[in-house]
């Protein structure tokens, strides 16, 4: 059984540029969610995708979307990157509502 | 709404001493309870989780909490730790069937000191 794995692990962009950033799920895991950690915080619920669908979202604007795929993979894209958007951003797998979530390293995003 | 509040940033701890990390939620639903330790440039581990059942949960690594539904509380312990522990803690709350999102709480910093 695979873990949940994210690339790249670390980035750097300039402010205003565009970033992808990508998360393989834990074997049979369909639903997948995505946190941004800034530093000395907790993590912070960004979407959701169950089946290919967002089915839930936080409190980040629309510069923030997401995909899912039908291998239950998942990407995060951010458009016009601000600095506040440095952080680290975290992938989490589930086999459905209310079950252990499973983290993967995260991908350390610089904004400079 | 759903909030969680860690009272401690930073816990420093000598080896072989117990420790214990606070947490309090606010939620206007049941909930479900959750501590997860992340070590440096790492992701999140889940060290034990309350999803109903006895209040005493036991989880990895020799820790333990306890949910306490009148005091909206989720204390981690730990009666004896080794340098190993040193890491940061976040607690988190899902609330209630059907429900996906976790909220965390800020973090406590876990340092044991030999």
Known sequence: ETGVTQSPTHLIKTRGQQVTLRCSSQSGHNTVSWYQQALGQGPQFIFQYYREEENGRGNFPPRFSGLQFPNYSSELNVNALELDDSALYLCASRAGANTEAFFGQGTRLTVV | ?114
Request: glycine share 8%; hydrophobic share 35%; net charge neutral.
């Open chain 2, 1 to 114: 709404a759903q909030s969680v509040t860690q009272l401690d940033s930073q816990v420093p701890v000598f080896e072989e001493a117990p420790v214990e990390l606070r947490c309090n939620y606010s939620s206007s639903v049941s909930v479900y309870l959750f501590w997860y330790v992340q070590y440096p440039n790492q992701g999140l581990q889940l060290l034990l989780k309350y999803l109903s059942g006895s209040t005493l949960v036991k989880g990895i690594n020799g820790f333990e909490a306890e949910f306490n539904k009148s005091q909206t509380s989720f204390h981690l312990r730990k009666p004896s730790v080794h340098i190993s522990d040193t890491a940061e803690y976040f607690c988190a709350v899902n609330s209630g069937a059907g429900s996906y999102q976790l909220t965390f709480g800020k973090g406590t910093k876990l340092s044991v000191i030999p």
